[in-house]
């Protein structure tokens, strides 16, 4: 089952990621027109390794929520055909 910690969880981490590449530019410590430092490679880097598991994540969870619904609905429709059996034997 899919939690609900769970999935905050993962959308935490695309968001930490989405900030760390956006920091150095809105904080404005990667000045416009300079190469970048050291710290603007490495927080884009991390950021965009993040927001890629973050994402990943995101597609995981929406997968096994779609199996999860799947499976429900098989177990709906099998519970419904041994009921409509019991109820045309009688």
Known sequence: MVSRIGVAGVVAVFAAGIWLVAAPFALGYQLAGAG?????????ITGGLLAVAGF???FGVTIGRVGELYADARSDASLASTADRENSCS
């Open 36 to 44: 970048w430092t050291g710290a603007t490679k490495t927080d884009v």
């Open 56 to 58: 990943a994540g995101l």
